[in-house]
């Protein structure tokens, strides 16, 4: 739940960018469902493994895959979110640099590249939208 508090705060100036509320009708419900439906989420799990107790374990090795895994995970999520979000605001002229959380590095590309869609807008090809389309999913 930190990583993700710590992914939100710092990510805050994109979420304007990624809203669709002007060219979708039911941008309202994807708002309403960020503040009441997530938060809600996000603690179901915490409570879950605590009432099961399932905190306790005895086999370290696997605890440090699990937590190394979820690390590196977060890593690629953040940086691609970054990078996305961050180029959108570059095209735009909006991108306000922030410093407010801990960034982490390699979240904003310096000269990406990109390809022009047949309608005519930009489709990032460069840091890890190089390897693959919606890595941070």
Same mark, same amino acid.
């Given at each position: 739940?930190?990583l993700y508090a710590n992914a939100v705060m710092k990510?805050?100036?994109?979420?304007?960018?990624?809203?669709?509320?002007?060219?979708?009708?039911?941008?309202?419900?994807?708002?309403?469902?960020?503040?009441?439906?997530?938060?809600?989420?996000?603690?179901? &799990?915490?409570?879950?493994?605590?009432?099961? *107790?399932?905190?306790?374990?005895?086999?370290?090795?696997? #605890?440090? =895959? !699990?937590?190394?895994s979820l690390l590196v995970a977060?890593?690629?999520?953040?940086?691609?979110?970054?990078?996305?979000?961050?180029?959108?605001?570059?095209?735009?002229?909006?991108?306000?640099?922030?410093?407010?959380?801990? &960034?982490?590095?390699?979240?904003?590309?310096? *000269?990406?590249?990109?390809?022009?869609?047949?309608?005519? #807008?930009? =489709? !990032?090809?460069?840091?890890?939208?190089?390897?693959?389309?919606?890595?941070?999913?």
């Amino acid at each position: 739940h930190g990583l993700y508090a710590n992914a939100v705060m710092k990510g805050e100036e994109c979420i304007v960018a990624t809203w669709d509320i002007f060219h979708e009708k039911w941008g309202w419900m994807l708002i309403f469902w960020n503040m009441a439906g997530v938060p809600f989420i996000y603690s179901a &799990q915490s409570f879950f493994i605590i009432r099961q *107790n399932l905190l306790h374990h005895s086999n370290p090795i696997l #605890t440090t =895959l !699990l937590f190394t895994s979820l690390l590196v995970a977060y890593y690629v999520w953040d940086t691609a979110q970054s990078q996305k979000n961050r180029f959108r605001l570059e095209l735009r002229g909006t991108l306000v640099r922030r410093w407010a959380f801990p &960034q982490l590095p390699w979240g904003t590309l310096k *000269n990406p590249q990109y390809l022009q869609t047949a309608c005519g #807008t930009p =489709l !990032l090809v460069d840091g890890w939208w190089r390897y693959a389309r919606k890595i941070h999913y």
